[in-house]
C-alpha cells in the first residue's frame, strides 16, 4: 500500500520506512528541509516537501499523492530534556499533537485515505491504582501543573484520532538508536556521569519501548486496520529502583546515588519527581491479541545499551 510517514526521520520514523519497504509499501516521507528529503531518500522512501505545522501545504502534499495510509510519528522533544521546565520543552510537540494531527487527519481524508496511525503515550496513566494499566484505565486525573498541557494535547490527539477511526499506538519509554537512551543519549550520558540518580524509593513502574518494536507495531496496525487505542510497550515493565542500577552496571558506570524527594523536586520539579516516583507501568495484551504483534525485544533488561547503538541524540 502507498503509506505517507510523518516524522520520518525521528527515532521510530528511521526504523519504520525501511521496514515497510521492504514488506512492498511504498513509502512517502514528510520533510520539511533538504536535509531530511536526503535522509528519507536514503532509507528507500520518496519525499514529500511541508511543515507539518502549515495546514494547506500539508493537505495539499498529501492530496498530490494520495496515499491509502497516513502514520503520525511527530514529536519535536528536546534533547536533552529539563525536567523542571517540561511545559516550555513539549510546547512545539504540543502543537504537533493538536494542530499537526488536525492537518494529517484534513489532508488524508481530503486524499480518501483508509488508515490513520498515531504515537501517543503508555506513560501518562493515573498513578491512583494498581498493577499494569489497560487502555481502559484513566489517564492521570490531578496531573502535575507543568505536565497538564501536555496530556491535553494527548488527549486531542486521541480523541481525533479515534473518532476519524484510526489506530493511536501508545509507546513506553522509548529506548534504541536515535533515543535519550542510546548509548550516544542525553540520559545515558546522565547515567555515565553518576547524575542521575534514584529518587525516593524509585518506586515508578517503567514499561519501555525498543524503536525497531514501536515501528514494528506501526506496521501490524496498518496490515490489521485496527481501530482503537493500543499500548505498545515490552513484557518486562520494572521499578526505576531495578532498571536504573541495572542500566549503570550494563553502562559500567557508577551505582546511581539515591536522592530524597523534597531534595529532587528543587532541582527538577514536580514533574520530574512524579516520573521516577509515580508512573505506572502498562500491559500490552490488547495489542498482542487484536493484531498479533509481539515485542522482537520483550525485555530491555539483557542489554539495553547494545540493543541501543547507533543514530542520533
Ligand atoms: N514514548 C517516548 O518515550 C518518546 C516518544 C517520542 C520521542 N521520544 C524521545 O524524544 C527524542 C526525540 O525523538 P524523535 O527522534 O522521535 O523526535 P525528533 O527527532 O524530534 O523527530 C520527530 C520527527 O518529526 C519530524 N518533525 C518535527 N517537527 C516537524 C515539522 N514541523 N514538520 C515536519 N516534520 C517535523 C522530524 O523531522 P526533522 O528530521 O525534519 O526534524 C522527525 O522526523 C528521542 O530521545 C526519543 O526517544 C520519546
Given at each position: 500500500?502507498?503509506?505517507?510517514?510523518?516524522?520520518?526521520t525521528?527515532a521510530?520514523?528511521?526504523?519504520?520506512?525501511?521496514?515497510?519497504v521492504?514488506?512492498?509499501?511504498?513509502?512517502?516521507?514528510?520533510?520539511?528541509?533538504?536535509?531530511?528529503?536526503?535522509?528519507?531518500?536514503?532509507?528507500a522512501?520518496?519525499p514529500v516537501?511541508?511543515?507539518?505545522l502549515?495546514?494547506?501545504?500539508?493537505v495539499?502534499?498529501?492530496?498530490?499523492?494520495?496515499?491509502?495510509?497516513?502514520?503520525?510519528?511527530?514529536?519535536?522533544?528536546?534533547?536533552?530534556?529539563?525536567?523542571?521546565h517540561i511545559?516550555?520543552?513539549?510546547?512545539?510537540t504540543?502543537?504537533?499533537?493538536?494542530?499537526?494531527?488536525?492537518?494529517?487527519?484534513?489532508?488524508w481524508?481530503?486524499?480518501?485515505?483508509?488508515?490513520?496511525?498515531?504515537?501517543?503515550?503508555?506513560?501518562?496513566?493515573?498513578p491512583?491504582?494498581?498493577?499494569?494499566?489497560?487502555e481502559?484505565?484513566?489517564?492521570?486525573?490531578?496531573?502535575?501543573r507543568?505536565?497538564?498541557?501536555?496530556?491535553?494535547?494527548?488527549?486531542?490527539?486521541?480523541?481525533?484520532?479515534?473518532?476519524?477511526?484510526g489506530?493511536?499506538?501508545?509507546y513506553?519509554h522509548l529506548?534504541?538508536?536515535?533515543?535519550?537512551?542510546?548509548?550516544?543519549g542525553?540520559?545515558?550520558?546522565r547515567?555515565?556521569?553518576?547524575?542521575?540518580?534514584?529518587?525516593?524509593?524509585?518506586?515508578?513502574?517503567?514499561?519501555f519501548t525498543?524503536v525497531?518494536?514501536a515501528a514494528?507495531a506501526?506496521?501490524?496496525?496498518?496490515?490489521?486496520?485496527?481501530?482503537?487505542v493500543?499500548?505498545?510497550?515490552?513484557?518486562?515493565?520494572?521499578?526505576?529502583?531495578?532498571?536504573?542500577?541495572e542500566?549503570?552496571?550494563?553502562?559500567?558506570?557508577?551505582?546511581?546515588?539515591?536522592?530524597?524527594?523534597?531534595a529532587?523536586?528543587?532541582?527538577?520539579?514536580?514533574w520530574?519527581?512524579?516520573?521516577?516516583?509515580r508512573?505506572?507501568?502498562?500491559?500490552n495484551?490488547r495489542?498482542?491479541?487484536?493484531?498479533?504483534?509481539?515485542?522482537?525485544?520483550?525485555?530491555w533488561?539483557?542489554?539495553?545499551?547494545?540493543?541501543?547503538?547507533?543514530?542520533?541524540?
Open positions: 500500500m502507498r503509506v505517507f510517514v510523518a516524522g520520518a525521528g521510530v520514523g528511521r526504523p519504520l520506512v525501511p521496514m515497510l521492504e514488506k512492498g509499501h511504498e513509502v512517502l516521507g514528510l520533510a520539511r528541509s533538504a536535509g531530511a528529503a536526503e535522509e528519507i531518500a536514503g532509507l522512501g520518496t516537501t511541508a511543515d507539518a502549515d495546514r494547506e501545504a500539508v495539499a502534499a498529501i492530496a498530490r499523492v494520495r496515499p491509502e495510509a497516513v502514520v503520525h510519528q511527530l514529536t519535536a522533544i528536546p534533547s536533552p530534556l529539563d525536567p523542571k511545559d516550555a520543552e513539549f510546547r512545539l504540543n502543537r504537533l499533537r493538536t494542530e499537526g494531527t488536525r492537518n494529517l487527519l484534513d489532508g481524508r481530503a486524499a480518501g485515505g483508509r488508515l490513520f496511525v498515531a504515537q501517543s503515550i503508555a506513560f501518562a496513566y493515573d491512583e491504582g494498581r498493577g499494569l494499566r489497560t481502559d484505565d484513566p489517564l492521570w486525573r490531578r496531573p502535575p507543568t505536565f497538564a498541557g501536555i496530556l491535553e494535547a494527548i488527549r486531542d490527539l486521541e480523541s481525533r484520532v479515534t473518532a476519524a477511526g489506530a493511536v499506538l501508545r513506553g529506548y534504541g538508536p536515535g533515543t535519550q537512551l542510546a548509548d550516544d542525553a540520559n545515558t550520558a547515567v555515565r556521569a553518576g547524575r542521575f540518580p534514584v529518587v525516593g524509593s524509585g518506586e515508578a513502574v517503567f514499561s525498543h525497531d518494536d514494528g506501526a506496521v501490524r496496525a496498518l496490515e490489521t486496520g485496527v481501530r482503537g493500543f499500548n505498545v510497550v515490552d513484557d518486562d515493565p520494572a521499578p526505576v529502583r531495578e532498571w536504573l542500577p542500566l549503570a552496571r550494563q553502562l559500567g558506570a557508577p551505582a546511581p546515588g539515591h536522592v530524597p524527594t523534597a529532587a523536586e528543587e532541582t527538577s520539579g514536580e520530574g519527581v512524579a516520573y521516577l516516583t508512573l505506572a507501568g502498562a500491559s495484551a495489542a498482542r491479541q487484536a493484531m498479533g504483534w509481539r515485542p522482537i525485544h520483550p525485555s533488561r539483557r542489554a539495553m545499551v547494545a540493543q541501543s547503538a547507533g543514530g542520533r541524540h
